[in-house]
T-cell receptor
């Protein structure tokens, strides 16, 4: 079946530090992969996505590369800001096999301190 | 602004009470779904709909009912609330293929006492 595994949090970084949040997946087919961000008290927002192997999704300085050989989609940012403090969710969609259903990781909480 | 609107934002229920969580979208999305978010468990799919008149169960459907009479609305009904249903509920919608990603509502925080 399909599943997503994220690194455990919480993660605390100083401003301008490098961020990596690990995400690995299991899928029966060739899924699309996503990172969502949830700011305090809000719903999830799509941060970036990649739909096929070796694609790189990017947005707001965040990047993630779809690695089929390692079944990974790690989120990175070179220099985090206080405003990046949020919970980050990795997710997959395997449209041909499971339709529009998304599979989410458990989320990783990030706190950036000045 | 276009998007997914959920009401209410907060609700406290007594055990055994029933209620309906409302969800509406104005983007003409075919696909709508309900998730619950619990600490350490991520988001779990309750029910989903691929279009008006069509609904199906997700991972954790027990205790919840849904209907989809219009493209815009997808209400979630709690039949007889239990403390285990204390959670944050999110409605989400998407247009067609899953590769486009979801648009989420801002959530309903439900407490059952």
């Amino acid at each position: 079946g399909n599943s997503v595994t994220q690194m455990e949090g919480p993660v605390t970084l100083s401003e301008e530090a490098f961020l990596t949040i690990n995400c690995t997946y299991t899928a029966t087919g060739y899924p699309s992969l996503f990172w969502y961000v949830q700011y305090p008290g809000e719903g999830l927002q799509l941060l970036l996505k990649a739909t096929k192997a070796d694609d790189k999704g990017s947005n707001k300085g965040f990047e993630a590369t779809y690695r089929k050989e390692t079944t990974s989609f790690h989120l990175e940012k070179g220099s985090v800001q206080v405003s990046d403090s949020a919970v980050y969710f990795c997710a997959l969609s395997d449209l041909p096999n499971t339709g529009n259903q998304f599979y989410f990781g458990t989320g990783t909480s990030l706190t950036v301190i000045p | 602004n276009a998007g997914v609107t959920q009401t209410p934002k907060f609700q406290v229920l007594k055990t055994g009470q029933s209620m309906t969580l409302q969800c509406a979208q104005d983007m003409n999305h075919e696909y709508m779904s309900w998730y619950r978010q619990d600490p350490g468990m991520g988001l779990r799919l309750i029910h989903y709909s691929v279009g008006a008149g069509i609904t199906d169960q997700g991972e954790v459907p027990n205790g919840y009912n849904v209907s989809r009479s219009t493209t815009e609305d997808f209400p979630l009904r709690l039949l007889s609330a239990a403390p285990s249903q204390t959670s944050v509920y999110f409605c989400a919608s998407s247009y067609g293929a899953g590769a486009l990603g979801y648009t989420f509502g801002s959530g309903t925080r439900l407490t059952v006492v």
